[in-house]
T-cell receptor, first 115, second 111 residues
Framework: DTGVSQDPRHKITKRGQNVTFRCDPI?????LYWYRQTLGQGPEFLTY????????KSRLLSDRFSAERPKGSFSTLEIQRTEQGDSAMYLC?????????????FGSGTQLSVL | GENVEQHPSTLSVQEGDSAVIKCTYS??????FPWYKQELGKRPQLIID?????GEKKDQRIAVTLNKTAKHFSLHITETQPEDSAVYFC??????????FGAGTRLTVKP
């Protein structure tokens, strides 16, 4: 499979627990994005990386959220002390900077439910 | 940062009719405008995109138009079919920046 893959597909956790999601981008893509999507809304930008550098982080993003892309390949998104309001679909996308367009290719997402 | 507004939020058309979805953006530096289609339970998929140096682009039954002066762009779907039913998102991005999405339009094509 040469697309963007995310793991797990679903995560159910109790309030206060920490969760970590993984994203594997398309192999030659140097940009990786994390978005959050709730029902009936568009993807909301969280953060993005170019190679291993985190270039931008949404001001709306709580300090409980942290993302890494240590070797410029896969990325992890961690949410500490989860709250019910964190329940959402977390989407990862990748693109190749330097091409004629900045097409984003999305993964299938991780659906988080915080009880 | 960039702010993208999209309307209508829901759109219902009869099979064979045309559908138009409109978006506005706030930052004149934005230069890339894609449209994504998301079916229920699936990932967003790119269907068409346009750069700021082009006013219109067509791909079979879909087309996108861009008005840089007014900072708005539109998606046009002609001869709609039931399989066009989905949520459509517009987006805008600036060079070396992230991509911002509209809130989406739920299109229903009635057979």
């Amino acid at each position: 499979d040469t697309g963007v893959s995310q793991d797990p597909r679903h995560k159910i956790t109790k309030r206060g627990q920490n969760v970590t999601f993984r994203c594997d981008p398309i192999s030659e893509h140097n940009r990786l994005y994390w978005y959050r999507q709730t029902l009936g809304q568009g993807p909301e930008f969280l953060t993005y990386f170019q190679n291993e550098a985190q270039l931008e982080k949404s001001r709306l993003l709580s300090d409980r959220f942290s993302a890494e892309r240590p070797k410029g390949s896969f990325s992890t998104l961690e949410i500490q002390r989860t709250e019910q309001g964190d329940s959402a679909m977390y989407l990862c996308a990748s693109s190749l900077k330097g091409t004629a367009t900045e097409k984003l290719f999305f993964g299938s997402g991780t659906q988080l439910s915080v009880l | 940062g960039e702010n993208v507004e999209q309307h209508p939020s829901t759109l219902s058309v009869q099979e064979g009719d045309s559908a138009v979805i409109k978006c506005t953006y706030s930052d004149s530096a934005s230069n890339y405008f894609p449209w994504y289609k998301q079916e229920l339970g699936k990932r967003p998929q790119l269907i068409i995109d346009i750069r700021s140096n082009v006013g219109e682009k067509k791909d079979q039954r879909i087309a996108v138009t861009l008005n840089k002066t007014a900072k708005h762009f539109s998606l046009h779907i002609t001869e709609t079919q039931p399989e066009d039913s989905a949520v459509y998102f517009c987006a805008a991005s600036m060079p070396d920046n992230d991509m911002r999405f509209g809130a989406g339009t739920r299109l229903t094509v009635k057979p």
